[in-house]
Each structure stands twice: as structure tokens, then as C-alpha cells.
């Protein structure tokens, strides 16, 4: 009866320690693609940003809706997805072929690193060139704009 006991308490021990690895590996995984976002008084977004992770999904996996941020503008919506490689992909949902769009990304002193129209609703930025740092994304449709801070490890 008593090592009934003791495998039982043995037993509970184990399932305790894997649930609690599996939850610890799971907020991990769900950790390597941080997005926050900042509002001022009036409730406003007035930043966001997002960090590139070389730790981030591969390829295959870049699918997944976790490394995928949207943003809409008027008529348009902005999708933007990173990649562990260092590139970034835009694609205009609801684009037209009459639309003027465009990306841009800007070093945080204003120095214009890359622009890149936005032909055939989609465009791929490759920052794996660059150093570790901050950079801005600007992503223009029409004259409307959004800006995307981005943060490369």
C-alpha cells in the first residue's frame, strides 16, 4: 500500500514538472515576436513597434498568424510579416492596380535606407543586410500613411 503511495506521489511530481515545462516552452515560443504598441491621451496609436528575431519562425513557418501584424488604411489594409532572414513583407489587401503605394525604411536619424514601390499589392524589404538596430518603416497607399518601428536583433 505504501509504495502504491509513494509511485503515485512520484507520478504527480512528473506530470506537475512536464506541465510546467510545457507551459514555460510555450510562452517562449509565443515571446520571440514581440509587438507593443504606445497611445497617447486621446486614446490615439501613436507607436508600434516590432521585434525582427533571428530566433523567429523559419520560412516554412512564416505562414503562421503569429508573425503577421495588419493595419488598415481607408480602403485598404496593410498586412506586414517579418522574417528571421531580416526581410519584411508587405502586401496590400484590397489594392488596386490605379493605386500609388510604396515602402520605405529609415535609419532613426531620418537617413532613408531602402524604398521599394508596392507593385502588385506585395513588396519584400531585405534588411538582413543591416546592422542590429532600430530602423522605420513607413508603408504609403494613396497619400495615407503608416510607420512601423522596427527593431532588428
Request: charged share 20%.
Amino acid at each position: 500500500m505504501r509504495q502504491k503511495h509513494i509511485m503515485r506521489s512520484a507520478m504527480k511530481k512528473t506530470l506537475f514538472f512536464y506541465l510546467l515545462f510545457s507551459f514555460g516552452l510555450i510562452l517562449s515560443v509565443c515571446g520571440q515576436n514581440r509587438v507593443s504598441f504606445a497611445y497617447d491621451a486621446a486614446g490615439n496609436r501613436v507607436k508600434r513597434e516590432i521585434v525582427l528575431s533571428r530566433s523567429m519562425p523559419s520560412e516554412a513557418q512564416d505562414e503562421a498568424e503569429s508573425n503577421t501584424f495588419y493595419d488598415s488604411l481607408g480602403q485598404r489594409t496593410v498586412k506586414l510579416a517579418g522574417t528571421s532572414a531580416g526581410i519584411l513583407k508587405i502586401e496590400i489587401i484590397g489594392y488596386e492596380p490605379s493605386d500609388n503605394a510604396f515602402a520605405e525604411v529609415y535609419s532613426l536619424g531620418g537617413i532613408m535606407l531602402l524604398s521599394q514601390a508596392v507593385k502588385d499589392a506585395t513588396a519584400e524589404l531585405d534588411i538582413s543586410g543591416r546592422p542590429s538596430g532600430t530602423y522605420i518603416l513607413n508603408v504609403t497607399v494613396n497619400g495615407q500613411q503608416t510607420s512601423w518601428k522596427i527593431a532588428k536583433q
